[in-house]
């Protein structure tokens, strides 16, 4: 496991990221130029290592949380680099109108994102059929009811 130390030096390695101190020796890492309402790409990085990057607008493998946030307590320097690195990159990405997604049996459904609310949608036709805190939380379940991103 990374130190805080050791953490820190990798995440203020990225000029774009702006420290804030926030109580009990925490400490957060703002990307000012996101083009999303979120702006924290690292929060709460604590002096026993533990902390979180936001991840919600990728994909990944790792556990997030409901607010798309990523625990790093046990991630290596590359893992490290590299979900900072794409939390930035999301960040600064425009989010889309709408993705369709259809399954084996010819349904289709619509993912689309609300800026204002910060929510993802599903749509059957004009119906909503489900609402997510995160891009990903909508993916895991349009693949877990068997959809697949249309090209």
């Known amino acids: 496991m990374l130190t805080f130390e050791e953490k820190l030096a990798i995440i203020e390695s990225f000029p774009e990221l702006t420290r804030k101190d926030i109580?009990?020796?925490?400490?957060?890492?703002?990307?000012?130029?996101?083009?999303q309402e979120k702006k924290t790409v690292v929060y709460h990085l604590h002096p026993n290592g533990n902390g979180f990057v936001y991840a919600g607008l990728f994909p990944h493998d790792y556990p997030m949380d409901d607010k798309g946030m990523v625990n790093i307590r046990d991630f290596t320097e590359e893992e490290l680099r590299n979900i900072i690195r794409l939390s930035i990159q999301s960040l600064?990405?425009?989010?889309?109108?709408?993705?369709?997604?259809?399954?084996?049996?010819?349904?289709?459904?619509?993912?689309?994102?609300?800026?204002?609310?910060?929510?993802?949608?599903?749509?059957?036709?004009?119906?909503?059929?489900?609402?997510?805190?995160?891009?990903?939380?909508?993916?895991?379940?349009?693949?877990?009811?068997?959809?697949?991103?249309?090209?």
């Not at 993705?99 to 599903?122: F, I, M, P, S, V």
């Open 23 to 35: 109580s009990l020796k925490r400490v957060n890492f703002h990307y000012e130029d996101s083009v």
């Open 92 to 151: 600064s990405a425009k989010p889309f109108d709408e993705e369709r997604w259809k399954d084996d049996h010819g349904n289709t459904l619509t993912l689309q994102y609300d800026a204002e609310l910060d929510l993802w949608n599903t749509f059957a036709g004009e119906r909503l059929d489900g609402t997510f805190p995160t891009y990903n939380g909508a993916t895991n379940y349009l693949e877990q009811e068997g959809f697949k991103k249309m090209k």
